[in-house]
Protein backbone atom coordinates (compact mmCIF):
# COMPACT_ATOMS: atom_id res chain seq x y z
CA UNK A 1 0.00 0.00 0.00
CA UNK A 2 0.98 3.93 -0.92
CA UNK A 3 0.02 6.81 0.98
CA UNK A 4 0.21 10.49 0.15
CA UNK A 5 0.63 13.46 2.57
CA UNK A 6 0.95 16.98 1.65
CA UNK A 7 1.00 20.42 3.68
CA UNK A 8 1.65 23.92 3.31
CA UNK A 9 2.27 26.96 6.53
CA UNK A 10 2.81 30.30 6.24
CA UNK A 11 6.40 31.64 6.80
CA UNK A 12 6.51 35.17 8.92
CA UNK A 13 9.84 36.89 10.25
CA UNK A 14 10.79 36.09 13.66
CA UNK A 15 9.20 32.90 13.79
CA UNK A 16 11.40 29.21 13.86
CA UNK A 17 11.76 27.04 10.59
CA UNK A 18 11.93 23.41 11.38
CA UNK A 19 11.66 21.12 8.93
CA UNK A 20 11.84 17.39 8.83
CA UNK A 21 12.57 17.64 12.88
CA UNK A 22 15.77 20.18 12.55
CA UNK A 23 15.80 23.67 12.99
CA UNK A 24 16.98 25.87 10.07
CA UNK A 25 18.83 29.21 10.41
CA UNK A 26 16.26 31.17 8.53
CA UNK A 27 15.11 34.79 9.04
CA UNK A 28 11.66 33.81 8.59
CA UNK A 29 9.73 30.58 10.17
CA UNK A 30 6.18 29.33 10.15
CA UNK A 31 3.43 29.89 11.37
CA UNK A 32 1.48 26.98 13.25
CA UNK A 33 -0.14 25.94 16.33
CA UNK A 34 2.49 23.25 16.73
CA UNK A 35 6.29 23.72 15.38
CA UNK A 36 4.84 23.98 11.59
CA UNK A 37 7.33 21.31 10.56
CA UNK A 38 5.39 20.66 6.87
CA UNK A 39 7.61 17.52 6.48
CA UNK A 40 6.48 15.78 9.32
CA UNK A 41 3.18 16.83 8.82
CA UNK A 42 3.29 15.03 5.25
CA UNK A 43 4.38 12.43 6.66
CA UNK A 44 2.24 11.83 8.65
CA UNK A 45 -0.74 12.10 6.23
CA UNK A 46 1.01 10.03 3.95
CA UNK A 47 1.55 7.42 6.29
CA UNK A 48 -2.00 7.66 8.02
CA UNK A 49 -3.06 7.45 4.32
CA UNK A 50 -1.10 4.37 3.51
CA UNK A 51 -2.90 2.77 5.95
CA UNK A 52 -6.47 4.34 5.55
CA UNK A 53 -6.70 6.12 9.15
CA UNK A 54 -7.90 9.26 8.45
CA UNK A 55 -5.15 12.27 8.32
CA UNK A 56 -3.42 14.29 10.84
CA UNK A 57 -5.75 16.72 11.42
CA UNK A 58 -8.15 14.24 13.21
CA UNK A 59 -5.93 12.86 15.27
CA UNK A 60 -3.92 15.73 16.05
CA UNK A 61 -6.02 18.70 16.38
CA UNK A 62 -5.04 22.47 16.39
CA UNK A 63 -8.16 22.90 18.47
CA UNK A 64 -6.57 20.59 21.49
CA UNK A 65 -4.16 22.87 23.34
CA UNK A 66 -2.22 19.26 23.75
CA UNK A 67 -0.79 19.94 20.43
CA UNK A 68 0.52 23.65 21.16
CA UNK A 69 3.85 24.06 20.67
CA UNK A 70 4.00 20.16 19.93
CA UNK A 71 7.50 19.17 18.20
CA UNK A 72 6.09 17.27 15.22
CA UNK A 73 8.33 14.14 15.83
CA UNK A 74 6.29 13.18 18.28
CA UNK A 75 3.03 12.93 15.53
CA UNK A 76 5.65 10.91 13.62
CA UNK A 77 6.14 8.54 16.61
CA UNK A 78 2.53 8.14 17.51
CA UNK A 79 1.27 7.32 13.65
CA UNK A 80 4.19 4.74 13.49
CA UNK A 81 3.34 3.02 16.73
CA UNK A 82 -0.73 3.49 15.21
CA UNK A 83 0.76 1.72 12.57
CA UNK A 84 2.74 -0.98 14.17
CA UNK A 85 -0.01 -1.79 16.57
CA UNK A 86 -2.18 -2.63 13.30
CA UNK A 87 1.11 -5.18 12.19
CA UNK A 88 1.58 -2.49 9.43
CA UNK A 89 5.02 -2.11 8.53
CA UNK A 90 6.60 0.92 7.18
CA UNK A 91 8.34 -0.14 4.03
CA UNK A 92 10.07 3.65 3.04
CA UNK A 93 9.06 7.34 3.01
CA UNK A 94 9.62 9.68 0.66
CA UNK A 95 9.23 13.55 0.59
CA UNK A 96 10.33 16.95 -1.32
CA UNK A 97 10.00 20.33 0.66
CA UNK A 98 9.56 23.31 -1.49
CA UNK A 99 11.24 26.59 -0.56
CA UNK A 100 12.39 29.41 -1.76
CA UNK A 101 15.47 29.84 1.09
CA UNK A 102 17.67 29.37 2.58
CA UNK A 103 19.39 26.59 0.41
CA UNK A 104 18.31 23.26 2.69
CA UNK A 105 21.11 20.81 1.28
CA UNK A 106 23.13 21.09 4.38
CA UNK A 107 20.34 19.76 6.22
CA UNK A 108 18.96 16.97 4.18
CA UNK A 109 20.87 14.02 5.73
CA UNK A 110 19.90 15.57 9.89
CA UNK A 111 16.12 15.45 8.76
CA UNK A 112 17.07 11.74 7.31
CA UNK A 113 18.41 10.57 10.52
CA UNK A 114 15.64 12.21 12.43
CA UNK A 115 12.78 10.84 10.60
CA UNK A 116 14.03 7.30 10.44
CA UNK A 117 14.77 7.77 14.31
CA UNK A 118 10.87 8.72 14.86
CA UNK A 119 9.67 5.55 12.42
CA UNK A 120 12.25 3.69 13.94
CA UNK A 121 13.37 1.81 10.43
CA UNK A 122 16.81 2.55 8.55
CA UNK A 123 17.96 5.72 7.49
CA UNK A 124 17.79 4.33 3.87
CA UNK A 125 14.32 3.86 3.24
CA UNK A 126 13.95 7.68 4.14
CA UNK A 127 14.60 10.24 1.28
CA UNK A 128 14.11 13.96 1.45
CA UNK A 129 14.30 16.15 -1.63
CA UNK A 130 14.28 20.49 -1.39
CA UNK A 131 13.74 22.42 -4.41
CA UNK A 132 12.38 25.86 -5.04
CA UNK A 133 9.12 26.94 -6.51
CA UNK A 134 11.27 29.30 -9.14
CA UNK A 135 9.86 32.54 -7.77
CA UNK A 136 5.85 30.93 -8.62
CA UNK A 137 3.22 31.70 -6.42
CA UNK A 138 2.95 32.30 -2.68
CA UNK A 139 5.83 29.62 -1.76
CA UNK A 140 7.90 31.71 -4.87
CA UNK A 141 7.83 35.03 -2.88
CA UNK A 142 8.78 33.26 0.43
CA UNK A 143 5.43 33.70 2.00
CA UNK A 144 4.77 29.99 2.42
CA UNK A 145 6.92 26.47 2.83
CA UNK A 146 5.32 22.96 1.73
CA UNK A 147 6.06 19.51 1.60
CA UNK A 148 5.03 16.37 -0.17
CA UNK A 149 5.42 13.09 0.93
CA UNK A 150 4.73 9.06 -0.16
CA UNK A 151 5.28 6.19 2.18
CA UNK A 152 4.46 2.40 1.08
CA UNK A 153 3.76 0.22 3.78
CA UNK A 154 3.14 -3.29 4.46
CA UNK A 155 -0.14 -4.79 6.11
CA UNK A 156 1.44 -7.24 7.31
CA UNK A 157 -1.58 -8.71 9.62
CA UNK A 158 -2.81 -9.92 5.69
CA UNK A 159 0.31 -12.69 5.83
CA UNK A 160 -0.25 -13.83 9.32
CA UNK A 161 3.08 -11.86 9.75
CA UNK A 162 4.40 -9.61 12.93
CA UNK A 163 6.01 -6.38 12.44
CA UNK A 164 8.49 -5.64 14.42
MG1 LIG B 1 0.84 21.36 9.15
Redesign the pocket.
Known amino acids: MIGYGY???RLQAGETLVLGGVTIPSEKGTV?H?D???VL?AICDALLGAAALGD?GKHFPDSDPQWKGQASSEFVRRVAAMLRERHIKVINVDSTVVLERPKLAPHISAMRTCIAEALGIERSHVSVKATTNEGLDAVGRGEAVAAHAVAQVDWQWRRGGVNE
Open positions: DIHASGDVHI
